[in-house]
Structures are given as structure tokens and as C-alpha cells.
């Protein structure tokens, strides 16, 4: 008796064991050793090892593409327009982060609000109009800047989206500006 005898044996009492129809179990035995000839088959006339070049170069083909798909998408914001903003602090009082996405003001003035104004950084097309959302209370214009009052203790948020001449156009990062007075 050789090896395969004892594993037909073996298989054959397992399916005994678990109550297999034996008709159904030779034709999957059939089916399993035709289908690993025809992939030895295969595999000694180079029709896998082509299958897997083709699959390896899809892969490449397609890493290539996502990478320049991402890549100009972050250089496309690397180098966007950016609104920032200033808030001006009254009697001397301090101004932190102008210039900024986040700036605040702190002084005893007593007072319910103060100047302050946002503004674009960083533009590197022509602008046609900019509409000024949120406490930029502009609404549309060709300007790069827009005057605010920005009221003590509240949210001043605001952003603005830039058409271009060239047919583009961008929303910009949210600016935050903040105002503490003495009391």
C-alpha cells in the first residue's frame, strides 16, 4: 500500500465517518486533483507567472496614479490662498496672533466690541471677487480685505470664497478672531 492508498483510505473514512455521500466525495476528490494539475500545469507553462506580472503591473500602474493624483492635490494646497486675521486692542491693551488664523485683543476698555479685520495671504492668482462669509460682513467684492467689528465674548469666525479670473475658485481656511474686555 503507498502513500496515496492511505490517503484515499483516510479520506474515505472521513467521509464514512461524517455520513459524506461517497459519489459526491470522489467527484470533489476528482475535481481538487484536476484543478491542482491544471494550475501545476499552468504554473510550468508560464501562464501564472504572466498573470502575476500583469497583476503586479496593474498595481504599480495604479500606485503611480493615486501618488500623482495626491501629490497635486497637496501641492494645490500647500500653495492656496490663506485668510487670516487682526484684531485691534483699544487704550493700549495687548493684540496676540495678527497676521494669523486665530488673533485676539485684551483691554480695560469696558467696551462690548473693537476693530479688527480679515484679510487674504498668500494669493497666487488674479482675483475677479471674493465673498465674505460669516463676521466678515463685506459680502462680495474684488477686495482682499474686509473690516470687522469684532464683538466681546462671541464667536468672530469667518471665511471667504475666492473666483478667480482664470475660471477657478477656492474656499478658504475658517479665521477666528477673539476679544476680552474688563469685565
Do not use: P
Not at 501629490?71 to 487670516?84: D, K, P, Y
Not at 473690516?147 to 469666525?157: E, Q, V
Request: proline share 0%; glycine share 6%; hydrophobic share 35%.
Amino acid at each position: 500500500m503507498d502513500y496515496k492508498d492511505i490517503e484515499h483510505k483516510n479520506a474515505y473514512n472521513y467521509a464514512a465517518k461524517h455520513r459524506i455521500n461517497r459519489e459526491y466525495f470522489n467527484f470533489l476528490v476528482d475535481w481538487v486533483n484536476n484543478y491542482l494539475l491544471t494550475c501545476y500545469c499552468a504554473l510550468q507553462n508560464g501562464a501564472i507567472k504572466k498573470l502575476l506580472t500583469n497583476k503586479e503591473n496593474i498595481m504599480k500602474t495604479t500606485l503611480k496614479a493615486l501618488t500623482l493624483i495626491a501629490g497635486t492635490l497637496f501641492a494645490g494646497q500647500a500653495f492656496s490662498a490663506e485668510l487670516v486675521c487682526d484684531v485691534y486692542a483699544k487704550n493700549s491693551g495687548n493684540s496676540w496672533g495678527n497676521g494669523t488664523k486665530n488673533c485676539m485683543a485684551f483691554d480695560y476698555s469696558f467696551g462690548s466690541s473693537t476693530n479688527g479685520r480679515f484679510y487674504l495671504k498668500n494669493v497666487t492668482k488674479e482675483i475677479q471677487e471674493v465673498r465674505w462669509n460669516g463676521s466678515a460682513r463685506c459680502g462680495t467684492s474684488s477686495k482682499t480685505s474686509c473690516n470687522a467689528s469684532i464683538r466681546a465674548y462671541a464667536s468672530n469666525s469667518a471665511t471667504a470664497t475666492i473666483l478667480y479670473k482664470d475660471g477657478t475658485w477656492e474656499t478658504t481656511n475658517t479665521a477666528r478672531a477673539s476679544y476680552e474686555t474688563g469685565h
